[in-house]
């Protein structure tokens, strides 16, 4: 009987252990995961170099705790950076697991494999026959008879025997050379026909495994608790995405305004389509970092007697043994893919796309040749790829002015030979590297170069200096063209009205931000000595209230393109000018008259007079704002004068650089004339140079 009551007794025991275990949270949770319900990308905010995505998950939950698959994220996911939040459970545990990527077709890889051998080795088969075909035709010219006219006074060659022979083995050379150039107009065909196959069959590999890498590489999992039906949301940083603000400029010449588009250039190759989401662009970089960092003791001291500070030591704790996880592998179809790719030639792209190619690389030669063909004595300092480089003929295009990039010195740094055709190569000439000094401070070690002092040995002691310091923090380098850089530090988020769709596939497309319609103060900057365009800018204050940022703008007047132009940043309620293209409506005339005669009664000077005029032709039916630039030579040296600026158009007087400026109003279909002079007063029968 006791031990009967001890066993009923037991049971219920057992029972309210289990609930108390249940209610307390300490019940496992099922080892395999279930799926979400629902899950898709909905909103992205874009960083500079990367993007935050956020998808919405719809998940159902049993009761206790319940693993839920909630999120697939591609390879160039950052694991560090996933959140997941859920305002109507309790979010316990996510973890994110490394997942074997989908396969590809392994009949369709292995057909794909047997193609591509098949197709080199009819494109070698190809080649051989051609250089034998070609091999032969040399050797069949080589028996043709060379033909010379005798020179006047040489004795004519005598007559040769055997005619008739003769001419059959020619005529059979002949009819065989004909045969073989017919054949070679096939193989050229057929070798044409083989490397568009190639070209296509390494589309179709490059397809199937970028297929197999963009799948999903990570997995979050999220233990949760709460039953029923939830909505989960999760974001994380990827990598592979960028944009750049891009604009378009029209001016209205019938309202005096102009309209402004504002977008936003995205492309990304994060591994995952965006589809019909809501995206933000933001000027910042994205924050990473989750810990505050720690600052170690910096100590200094001399090196003979220094003694570091001690500190303890931190050992982590030992955790529980986790057995060896293998890397992920690329399965094996893909890898004898990838070597069937790499053996067979990339064969040729369509006849179009291949002229294009070839056009271009033929422009990029001859751009090469230009920068490094240059004359003995020319310089090696070039404006870009549009500018003319040194040694060029004068008859190339101006190119506008921009910031000469010179490069080091011939002597120094490349030598420089000179063939028979005139042409320069050059070649690198191989340094010592200077002797590096180590510095060790407290178990940190820093390597430097040793510097040597600028003055003479005699000028005094050697300059002691700290081989190293803090520096505190260091901004990262970015390229000047993304938002982060032109912000000029400000945070900005930009919207994009409406959901889009980037697909992942690297290419560029336009998101529209915002269409705006500003007020402008027009004005025609003309350069006559440079230039006979009037150039119409327009002044404005950027009342849009969003950040103008640094990048491309399309120019337009009315409904016709008129060219392209670079935005500098502006802020909100900051001025800026816009450049709005060329006033075919304006014409320009510059005309320079000089005269010299001789001065003085011992010192003999030579005076020479410029006048200079210019014409401004308005042929619009309003009158416009002109502002007309200048210059006049500024002196170098004691013995060479400029003098008597003077004007009738009430110029402003020449400044440091030389530069006269005019601005004034220029009636409709008139005609305005200005005219200023100066002197320049140098020594008898000098020859001036001029820059």
Same mark, same amino acid.
């Given at each position: 009987?006791?031990?009967?009551?001890?066993?009923?007794?037991?049971?219920?025991?057992? !029972?309210?252990?289990?609930?108390?275990?249940?209610?307390?949270?300490?019940?496992?949770?099922?080892?395999?995961?279930?799926?979400?319900?629902?899950?898709?990308?909905?909103?992205? !905010?874009?960083?500079?170099?990367?993007?935050?995505?956020?998808?919405?998950?719809?998940?159902?939950?049993?009761?206790?705790?319940?693993?839920?698959?909630?999120?697939?994220?591609?390879? !160039?996911?950052?694991?560090?950076?996933?959140?997941?939040?859920?305002?109507?459970?309790?979010?316990?545990?996510?973890?994110?697991?490394?997942?074997?990527?989908?396969?590809?077709?392994?009949?369709?890889?292995?057909?794909?494999?047997?193609?591509?051998?098949?197709?080199?080795?009819?494109?070698?088969?190809?080649?051989?026959?051609?250089?034998?075909?070609?091999?032969?035709?040399?050797?069949?010219?080589?028996?043709?008879?060379?033909?010379?006219?005798?020179?006047?006074?040489?004795?004519?060659?005598?007559?040769?025997?055997?005619?008739?022979?003769?001419?059959?083995?020619?005529?059979?050379?002949?009819?065989?050379?004909?045969?073989?150039?017919?054949?070679?107009?096939?193989?050229?065909?057929?070798?044409?026909?083989?490397?568009?196959?190639?070209?296509?069959?390494?589309?179709?590999?490059?397809?199937?495994?970028?297929?197999?890498?963009?799948?999903?590489?990570?997995?979050?999992?999220?233990?949760?608790?709460?039953?029923?039906?939830?909505?989960?949301?999760?974001?994380?940083?990827?990598?592979?995405?960028?944009?750049?603000?891009?604009?378009?400029?029209?001016?209205?010449?019938?309202?005096?305004?102009?309209?402004?588009?504002?977008?936003?250039? $995205?492309?990304?190759?994060?591994?995952?389509?965006?589809?019909?989401?809501?995206?933000?662009?933001?000027?910042?970089?994205?924050?990473?970092?989750?810990?505050?960092?720690?600052?170690?003791?910096?100590?200094?001291?001399?090196?003979?007697?220094?003694?570091?500070?001690?500190?303890?030591?931190?050992?982590?704790?030992?955790?529980?043994?986790?057995?060896?996880?293998?890397?992920?592998?690329?399965?094996?179809?893909?890898?004898?893919?990838?070597?069937?790719?790499?053996?067979?030639?990339?064969?040729?792209?369509?006849?179009?796309?291949?002229?294009?190619?070839?056009?271009?690389?033929?422009?990029?030669?001859?751009?090469?040749?230009?920068?490094?063909?240059?004359?003995?004595?020319?310089?090696?300092?070039?404006?870009?790829?549009?500018?003319?480089?040194?040694?060029?003929?004068?008859?190339?295009?101006?190119?506008?002015?921009?910031?000469?990039?010179?490069?080091?010195?011939?002597?120094?740094?490349?030598?420089?030979?000179?063939?028979?055709?005139?042409?320069?190569?050059?070649?690198?000439?191989?340094?010592?590297?200077?002797?590096?000094?180590?510095?060790?401070?407290?178990?940190?070690?820093?390597?430097?170069?040793?510097?040597?002092?600028?003055?003479?040995?005699?000028?005094?002691?050697?300059?002691?200096?700290?081989?190293?310091?803090?520096?505190?923090?260091?901004?990262?380098?970015?390229?000047?063209?993304?938002?982060?850089?032109?912000?000029?530090?400000?945070?900005?988020?930009?919207?994009?009205?409406?959901?889009?769709?980037?697909?992942?596939?690297?290419?560029?497309?336009?998101?529209?931000?915002?269409?705006?319609?500003?007020?402008?103060?027009?004005?025609?900057?003309?350069?006559?000595?440079? &230039?006979?365009?009037?150039?119409?800018?327009?002044?404005?204050?950027?009342?849009?209230?969003?950040?103008?940022?640094?990048?491309?703008?399309?120019?337009?007047?009315?409904?016709?393109? &008129?060219?392209?132009?670079?935005?500098?940043?502006?802020?909100?309620?900051?001025?800026?000018?816009?450049?709005?293209?060329?006033?075919?409506?304006?014409?320009?005339?510059?005309?320079?008259?000089? &005269?010299?005669?001789?001065?003085?009664? $011992?010192?003999?000077?030579?005076?020479?007079?410029?006048?200079?005029?210019?014409?401004?032709?308005?042929?619009?039916?309003?009158?416009?704002?002109?502002?007309?630039?200048?210059?006049?030579?500024?002196?170098?040296?004691?013995?060479?004068?400029?003098?008597?600026?003077?004007?009738?158009?009430?110029?402003?007087?020449?400044?440091?650089?030389?530069?006269?400026?005019?601005?004034?109003?220029?009636?409709?279909? &008139? $005609?305005?004339?200005?005219?200023?002079?100066?002197?320049?007063?140098?020594?008898?029968?000098?020859?001036?140079?001029?820059?």
């Amino acid at each position: 009987m006791a031990r009967a009551s001890h066993r009923v007794l037991s049971i219920p025991l057992a !029972l309210l252990l289990c609930g108390a275990l249940a209610d307390s949270g300490e019940a496992t949770a099922p080892a395999a995961p279930t799926d979400a319900q629902s899950t898709r990308i909905d909103d992205v !905010l874009v960083y500079s170099n990367a993007a935050r995505i956020t998808r919405r998950a719809r998940v159902r939950l049993g009761r206790g705790l319940t693993r839920v698959r909630v999120a697939t994220l591609p390879n !160039l996911a950052r694991r560090a950076t996933v959140q997941v939040k859920c305002n109507s459970a309790r979010v316990l545990r996510v973890e994110v697991i490394r997942s074997r990527g989908v396969l590809p077709r392994q009949k369709k890889a292995r057909e794909l494999i047997k193609k591509l051998r098949a197709a080199a080795a009819q494109r070698r088969a190809v080649t051989d026959e051609s250089s034998t075909i070609q091999s032969e035709l040399g050797f069949l010219d080589g028996l043709r008879p060379s033909t010379r006219r005798p020179v006047a006074g040489e004795r004519r060659p005598p007559a040769g025997i055997y005619v008739a022979a003769w001419q059959r083995i020619f005529g059979w050379v002949e009819t065989r050379a004909s045969a073989l150039r017919k054949r070679l107009l096939v193989l050229a065909e057929k070798r044409h026909a083989v490397d568009r196959e190639l070209y296509r069959l390494h589309v179709e590999g490059k397809a199937l495994d970028l297929a197999s890498s963009a799948s999903g590489a990570w997995q979050v999992v999220a233990t949760m608790r709460g039953g029923g039906a939830h909505d989960v949301t999760v974001s994380y940083l990827v990598a592979g995405v960028r944009w750049v603000p891009s604009y378009d400029l029209r001016y209205l010449p019938s309202k005096r305004a102009v309209q402004a588009d504002y977008y936003a250039m $995205v492309r990304q190759r994060s591994g995952e389509d965006w589809s019909g989401v809501k995206l933000r662009f933001s000027t910042t970089l994205p924050t990473r970092l989750l810990a505050v960092p720690e600052l170690p003791t910096w100590t200094v001291g001399r090196k003979r007697d220094f003694f570091p500070t001690p500190r303890p030591r931190y050992e982590p704790a030992p955790g529980r043994w986790r057995p060896r996880r293998r890397g992920y592998r690329v399965p094996r179809v893909l890898r004898e893919l990838r070597r069937a790719m790499s053996a067979a030639p990339s064969g040729a792209r369509p006849r179009k796309v291949a002229k294009k190619l070839a056009e271009l690389e033929r422009k990029v030669e001859q751009l090469k040749q230009r920068v490094y063909r240059g004359k003995a004595g020319g310089s090696y300092g070039f404006a870009g790829l549009g500018g003319r480089a040194d040694g060029d003929s004068d008859d190339a295009p101006p190119a506008e002015p921009k910031p000469a990039v010179k490069a080091p010195p011939p002597a120094r740094d490349i030598a420089r030979s000179e063939d028979a055709g005139g042409s320069y190569h050059l070649s690198k000439r191989r340094y010592k590297r200077r002797p590096r000094r180590r510095f060790d401070f407290d178990g940190r070690t820093i390597s430097g170069q040793i510097a040597k002092p600028s003055g003479s040995a005699a000028a005094g002691p050697t300059p002691t200096s700290v081989p190293w310091t803090d520096v505190g923090y260091v901004a990262p380098t970015l390229d000047p063209d993304l938002p982060a850089a032109a912000a000029e530090g400000y945070r900005f988020v930009l919207w994009a009205p409406g959901r889009h769709d980037i697909d992942s596939d690297g290419k560029d497309r336009r998101v529209p931000l915002l269409k705006k319609r500003l007020a402008v103060q027009l004005v025609h900057r003309i350069v006559p000595g440079r &230039s006979k365009a009037a150039y119409l800018q327009g002044k404005l204050t950027n009342t849009t209230g969003r950040p103008i940022l640094r990048g491309q703008a399309n120019l337009f007047t009315g409904s016709m393109f &008129s060219g392209r132009s670079f935005l500098l940043t502006s802020l909100p309620g900051k001025s800026m000018r816009l450049p709005l293209g060329v006033d075919d409506g304006v014409k320009v005339a510059r005309h320079t008259r000089q &005269s010299t005669v001789s001065s003085g009664v $011992v010192f003999k000077d030579d005076v020479t007079r410029y006048t200079v005029s210019i014409e401004v032709s308005n042929n619009h039916g309003y009158p416009i704002n002109v502002e007309v630039v200048d210059q006049v030579p500024v002196k170098l040296g004691q013995k060479v004068t400029v003098r008597n600026f003077a004007s009738k158009a009430q110029m402003d007087q020449p400044d440091k650089q030389g530069r006269v400026r005019w601005r004034g109003r220029v009636k409709k279909r &008139s $005609v305005q004339k200005i005219e200023f002079s100066f002197e320049i007063v140098r020594p008898k029968d000098w020859e001036l140079r001029q820059q």
